[in-house]
């Protein structure tokens, strides 16, 4: 082997001074992590900005109170009349006067335009005539049946007497034939007179009979024209009766569309007639929202400033599909008479769902502008912190508080602006006006 021979004192000097070099490198890590920490340290403390403190001298305050808080569905609807009719001739014609104006409030049956047809006129004038004629004609069929059955009954009498006269021949002629006067041929002459005679009367009551019945059926077919043309003229005046378009009811005038030609058709729709004493609120409501109410349900109606009671009165079993997704008729009706309130105004209802007694309340205040983080100001003696709350109902000036704060905890309610990025700031008790 050619390994080299050291001395032993010399090795021992190699690893004194191996050993003397990391002690070196050791202490000069220490000492530059030390270093390093120092100038951290003094940057941080250099540059740390300082506990900024604020004193808040003039504020509002409130206590932290109870209150029953109604919890509403609010929904945006539309007034509807209960009932609406169109405004519509029964006949056609020409528009020659109007007495109605859009808005304006009527009274059942009162007249609202007056239309005018030549042909209706023609009709009835055609009627009258036609009726005049039948009657004249049933008139004078009257006399002439009289004067043909009293000519036939004049020939029963006549058959009658005549075989009177010859039964009286027949029983001379027999008294005769018995003293041998006459002959039997004699007898037998009269006998046939006789039978002769009773044929004519038989032939002369069949005559009056069918004379009779054929009168009968002349005068029905006569009285049936007559009753055609009475049907017609009563059609006829009836058109004319309804020149005059009245109200069906009490109520008001929404529209009215008068062509401009003023020339209508039956039936034509010229306008809309409510009834404003009863009115509705018509609701579209998300399908899940109506398992949370049910008919009868009581709601109030804002429009403006102004509110009125009213109850649900119908649900619709199914919903429909619209622009927004599909929603529920909800109709509202109204508790007290509503006359004065226009058709189709929107409204907004705020359906009745649950009432939370009890529940904890502070006056509406600037943290409900505090932005995403809902947050108030305390009072604790010469100091306010800063406390997250949960709000929850609003309720004219009332906001409900679900969690955060206690009862008769004094709460700051005025800007918090200049103040709310800090945790804590000073009161001056002098300071604070309670509200």
């Known amino acids: 082997m050619n390994e080299p021979i050291v001395p032993e004192r010399l090795k021992n000097q190699q690893k004194k001074q191996k050993n003397s070099g990391n002690k070196k490198h050791v202490r000069l890590t220490i000492f530059t992590i030390i270093a390093m920490g120092l100038i951290a340290f003094g940057a941080y403390y250099f540059f740390m900005p300082r506990q900024e403190s604020f004193v ?32 519509e001739p029964k006949v056609a014609g020409t528009i020659e006067e109007i007495y109605v ?50 000519a036939e009954r004049v020939k029963v009498l006549d058959a009658q007497e005549q075989l009177k006269q010859a039964e009286d021949h027949l029983e001379l002629q027999r008294i005769l034939y018995d003293y041998g006067s006459i002959p039997r041929v004699e007898l037998e002459k009269a006998e046939q007179n006789v039978e002769s005679a009773g044929r004519r009367i038989a032939q002369s009551e069949r005559e009056l009979e069918l004379l009779t019945r054929k009168h009968v059926a002349d005068r029905a077919a006569i009285e049936k024209n007559i009753a055609i043309s009475e049907e017609k003229l009563a059609k006829a005046q009836e058109k004319i009766d309804n020149f005059i378009v009245r109200a069906d009811f009490a109520g008001r005038i929404l529209s009215l569309k008068i062509p401009n030609n003023r020339i209508v058709t039956a039936h034509q729709d010229l306008g809309e007639l409510a009834d404003l004493t009863s009115q509705v609120v018509e609701l579209q409501v998300a399908p899940g929202q109506t398992e949370r109410f049910g008919v009868g349900t009581p709601a109030s109606i804002s429009l403006g400033q102004t509110e009125y009671q009213g109850e649900v009165a119908y649900i619709a079993p199914q919903a429909k599909q619209g622009n927004d997704g599909p929603t529920v008729l909800v109709r509202v009706d109204f508790l007290d008479e509503v006359s004065h309130l226009r058709p189709n105004s929107q409204v907004t209802a705020n359906i009745h769902l649950q009432l939370h007694q009890d529940s904890l309340f502070l006056p509406r205040g600037a943290y409900l502008t505090s932005g995403q983080q809902l947050f108030v100001y305390v009072i604790e003696g010469n100091k306010a912190m800063k406390r997250e709350v949960q709000f929850g109902l609003l309720q004219g000036n009332a906001v409900q508080i679900v969690r955060g704060l206690e009862l008769g905890e004094k709460v700051i309610i005025s800007s918090y602006d200049a103040f709310r990025h800090l945790d804590e700031i000073q009161v001056l008790p002098e300071g604070g006006h309670v509200l």
């Open 56 to 87: 808040l001298n003039f504020y509002t305050y409130a206590s932290v109170g109870t209150q029953d808080f109604m919890e509403t569905l609010a929904v945006r609807g539309t007034i509807i009349p209960k009932q609406v009719v169109l405004i």
């Open 101 to 150: 104006a859009e808005g304006q409030d009527v009274e059942e049956g009162q007249a609202l335009l007056r239309l005018y047809s030549s042909e209706a006129i023609s009709e009835r004038n055609a009627a009258e005539t036609e009726l005049g004629e039948a009657r004249a004609k049933l008139a004078q069929l009257g006399i002439d049946q009289e004067l043909e059955m009293e």
